[in-house]
């Protein structure tokens, strides 16, 4: 039988489904002593236990929330200021492409946690340390994959928009650029996810505040509980930017929307 | 003085491998108004050709000249009109053909105009704002057709604009551009395999040789205008284009060796 692509709504009930059997065993596995709740605990317990972070005295959840999300998206956006004009002059220009390419081999495959002693001793922990480990973390990769969008770029269309005299300059802007669009797009979502990453680990090492530091500290006092809504909370956010980052998607590429529509 | 003058125009492309010589001592000149077409087989070396009249690339020797000046980088007053359309898949139709007048600094409103107009000239207004992944081939061949000629070139250079479309929506488009010819005195030069096409079109037929291209003959069509498709049963245009067909039969067979 051929597998056919499930409406929204049926794809929702299905989904619904799976989480709430995986829900309800993890539940029931605890309930019935399979599983020691001290190792982990049960959903049930997990709910309140994050209803009283974000409602009671010490609700410190949703500053939490509020404190990685912006160290992610600032230093992101930092790497995409920095990273996006770089990547496109590399992409266009085989002179500079040549020139940086070795630069950019050392620093690509460090790890973002590898950047945390060096950025501890010049930056100590506030949140310009936050913002250099996600830049380390992401510069790099969104270099490469803005050059990559960039020389994907049909040449023929280059080629169709110097006939019409475009300059060097309106050719960079007018048609490399929306042309790299999608590609690149789709390589920033992968890197905002390491943007994550990098944030968690760094404020697991070396922080006061923010999801990472909760998890961890939370570790300190053997709160499972606390340990998983801050798990969850990292999810949800991941969850939500995801699905901001897609209409951002389709609001800048309607032509692609209209095309896999028809 | 030609428009265009092509003066035995070499080249040679060079890789590490191989050289491979894909023109040879090319001369040809174009006036103001005419239209040219080369016929060859494939691989003889037509684009080639075309693309030193754009300035994409430079002859390995020769020189080209538009209004007697000599080529030496690509060259808005000729305008090109690609195979693959090379339409801006994010640009709607409208915004494709104003691509031109934009770039050189045409005000907003006149451009807007200079568009409405080639749009409703192909029949298109009503998918001015239409995406070209909307489009069928014939339409978006028609765009390209519309985004070149807003741009006023003094020439329009057609890579074979209508290979990849089907027969019936070909013979349209040879119409439009009869039509769109006859109406402003564009001149053309028009690359195709298709002899047919070639005679339809043609105020002259220039026949390549096989690979290394050259001039092998060229032909003045004095069918009359405006031509129709039923121009293609009268015994004037039988015979020239036997005499087209023999030529161009013996390139094909010498470049596959037979």
């Known amino acids: 039988m051929e597998d056919t692509d499930l409406t929204f709504w049926r794809a929702a009930v299905y989904g619904s489904l799976g989480l709430i ?9 605890i309930r019935l002593h399979l599983v020691d709740p001290f190792f982990l605990p049960p959903p049930s317990q997990i709910i309140t236990r994050a209803i009283r972070m974000t409602t009671g005295t010490d609700a410190v959840l949703l500053s939490d929330i509020r404190i990685s999300a912006s160290r ?26 040549a020139t940086l390419n070795p630069i950019i081999s050392i620093i690509r495959p460090l790890p973002a946690l590898s950047w945390i002693p060096l950025s501890m001793l010049w930056l100590g922990i506030d949140e310009q340390q936050k913002y250099a480990i996600v830049f380390m973390g992401c510069f790099a990769s969104i270099l490469v994959y803005t050059t990559d969008a960039t020389m994907r770029v049909d040449p023929v269309l280059r080629r169709a928009a110097r006939n019409l005299g475009a300059s060097d ?4 802007r007018y048609v490399i650029l929306p042309g790299a669009l999608p590609d690149l797009l789709s390589g920033l979502k992968v890197v905002l996810a390491i943007a994550w990453t990098c944030v968690i680990s760094a404020e697991m090492v070396g922080a006061n505040s923010g999801l990472g530091f909760r998890i961890w500290t939370a570790k300190e006092w053997s709160d499972t509980g606390q340990v998983l809504v801050g798990m969850i909370s990292i999810s949800v956010t991941v969850l939500i930017l995801d699905i901001a980052f897609r209409g951002l998607e389709r609001l800048l590429l309607p032509w692609q929307r209209k095309v896999s529509g028809t | 003085m030609a428009l265009i003058q092509l003066d035995n125009v070499s080249k040679v492309f060079s890789s590490r491998k191989v050289d491979v010589e894909a023109v040879r001592g090319f001369s040809l000149s174009i006036r103001k108004g005419e239209v040219v077409t080369l016929v060859g087989a494939s691989g003889c070396g037509k684009t080639t050709v075309l693309n030193m009249v754009a300035g994409f690339i430079a002859p390995t020797s020769g020189k080209v000249f538009l209004e007697g000046e000599p080529v030496s980088r690509v060259e808005p007053r000729c305008g090109m009109i690609f195979q693959s359309y090379a339409l801006f898949p994010w640009l709607t139709v409208r915004e494709n053909v104003e691509f031109g007048p934009k770039v050189n600094g045409i005000s907003r409103k006149t451009r807007k105009d200079l568009a409405r107009n080639y749009i409703e000239m192909v029949g298109l207004t009503g998918f001015a704002d239409s995406y070209p992944g909307e489009l069928s081939g014939g339409m978006r061949q028609r765009v390209a057709l519309c985004r070149a000629l807003a741009n006023k070139p003094d020439i329009l250079l057609c890579d074979e604009p209508f290979a990849a479309l089907d027969a019936m929506t070909r013979q349209v488009m040879q119409q439009e551009l009869l039509n769109i010819v006859s109406r402003s005195g564009q001149t053309v030069f028009f690359i195709t395999h298709s002899i047919d096409e070639a005679l339809i079109l043609s105020d002259r037929v220039v026949v390549m040789s096989a690979r290394p291209g ?12 405006p031509r129709k498709i039923d121009v293609q049963l009268t015994d004037e245009y039988l015979k020239i284009k036997r005499k087209i067909w023999d030529l161009v039969e013996e390139e094909v067979k010498a470049s596959m060796n037979m």
């Open chain 1, 21 to 29: 059997c995986f829900l309800g065993l993890w539940e029931i596995s």
């Open chain 1, 72 to 97: 992610v998206l600032t230093g992101f956006f930092l790497s995409v200021l920095a990273g996006v004009p770089f990547g496109l002059v590399m992409g266009v220009s085989s002179v500079v492409r």
């Open chain 1, 169 to 172: 300059f309106q050719v960079l």
């Open chain 2, 214 to 225: 050259q001039v092998k003959a060229v032909y003045d069509i004095d069918l009359s205008r």
